[in-house]
């Protein structure tokens, strides 16, 4: 009974490797190639994004995709080196340009052999039904205490350019016009509030404008007022709770309440909160008897500009 259980388990073992074996082996693809279905050799596409589809090989992991300017001979620019599972990809080309590709089959022990075709985007390719969408600023009134404002957008197909307009709008002026062959700008601007806008252009066309606002605010909120508890408070007892109350400006977005028993605050600090600035109140639970309390409260725009802090009220608990 023993001598065919091993043997049993010594059959199971060789086909488990046989069957390991074999899942390892990868197919050669030496001198295999794919078959191209779009697009046609030396085809001229009206779309700066054309479809690149292929017949899959059995035993290919990926498809290797090149795309170079102006050709494999003396390639100037490589547009594209990338690995595409699956059968198809979908380039962001240039209007008006021609370029060669080549695609292979490849897994992880062997690859194909290229097929190279050539393919031209029609110069007139309309970006109209296209759209820039803007990165940066964030938001519409996002507001920043930099005047260094860092402007980006999302590329668009066929886009050879991108003009943009920058806008005072308290006193309507310009103060940014220029154009740029990448999606991102910076620009140097001073307190104020602003419109940002920009549209991608080729030779025959141009998207709709896309804009943004926001402002440059460097001015810090005004000091916090302090009114409860009032400076040198006195309580008998230590109470179950203690409602701080604070005015603050109209530009203050929030605020930070610091509670310490040392009056410079370096050290004892027993209560740290960040609130929003339409609060401007506190209950705290946590007072102890027998303690010297110091308060403060400073003010933070949506900016990120901070003002002083406001006076330090004591309070004593006995």
Not at 17 to 22: L, N, S, T
């Amino acid at each position: 009974m023993k001598s065919k259980l091993r043997l049993f388990i010594s059959a199971a073992t060789v086909l488990l490797f046989v069957a390991c074996e074999h899942d390892f082996i990868e197919d050669d693809l030496t001198g295999k190639t794919v078959t191209i279905l779009a697009p046609a050799a030396d085809d001229t596409v009206a779309t700066s994004s054309p479809i690149f589809w292929w017949n899959e090989i059995a035993g290919a992991r990926s498809y290797r995709v090149q795309i170079v300017l102006p050709d494999f001979t003396s390639p100037q620019q490589l547009v594209y080196d990338t690995a595409v599972v699956g059968d198809r990809f979908y380039p962001s080309l240039i209007a008006g340009s021609t370029y060669y590709w080549r695609i292979r089959p490849e897994n992880g022990s062997s690859e194909g052999d290229w097929i190279t075709r050539r393919i031209t985007v029609d110069s007139s390719v309309s970006l109209a039904n296209q759209t820039v969408t803007i990165t940066l600023p964030a938001s519409n009134n996002t507001s920043t205490s930099s005047g260094t404002v860092p402007f980006s957008w999302n590329s668009v197909a066929g886009a050879q350019l991108y003009r943009m307009d920058v806008t005072n709008t308290t006193s309507g002026a310009n103060v940014v016009t220029t154009t740029s062959t990448v999606n991102n700008y910076t620009a140097t601007l001073a307190q104020g509030n602003y419109e940002f806008r920009v549209r991608a252009e080729n030779s025959s066309s141009f998207t709709a404008w896309s804009t943004r606002t926001f402002s440059v605010d460097q001015a810090a909120p005004t000091v916090p007022l302090l009114i409860f508890p009032a400076d040198d408070a006195f309580y008998a007892s230590a109470p179950s709770a203690i409602a701080f109350d604070w005015g603050n400006s109209t530009d203050a977005f929030t605020d930070s309440l610091e509670v310490a028993t040392d009056s410079t605050f370096s050290t004892g600090v027993v209560l740290a909160v960040s609130l929003s600035a339409t609060q401007s109140t506190y209950t705290w639970t946590g007072v102890q008897g027998n303690f010297t309390y110091f308060w403060r409260v400073r003010s933070f725009d949506a900016a990120g500009n901070a003002s002083n802090y406001s006076a330090i009220f004591r309070f004593d608990v006995n």
